[in-house]
């Protein structure tokens, strides 16, 4: 059987937490931000857990990932 390898381009767009949590940058943050309110761009900043739907895909395709 193949070893399965990690996907490097997700692996680069998410980091795991100490608790084994996957953590990503939000989205609608490279331009167009006149459209946004101050409160929008300054959540926007702030990094947000993958959510559980997501996170079982994510976990495998990262599997090696520390």
Avoid: C, Y
Wanted: no cysteine; charged share 40%; net charge positive.
């Amino acid at each position: 059987m193949p070893k399965q390898k990690t996907h490097r381009g997700l692996a680069k767009r998410v980091k795991r937490t100490a608790n084994g949590g996957l953590k990503r940058h939000r989205a609608f943050t490279s331009h167009r931000f006149h459209g946004k309110t101050k409160k929008q761009r300054r959540q926007l900043r702030k990094p947000v857990m993958v959510s559980a739907d997501d996170r079982k895909r994510i976990s495998q395709q990262i599997a090696k990932m520390k």
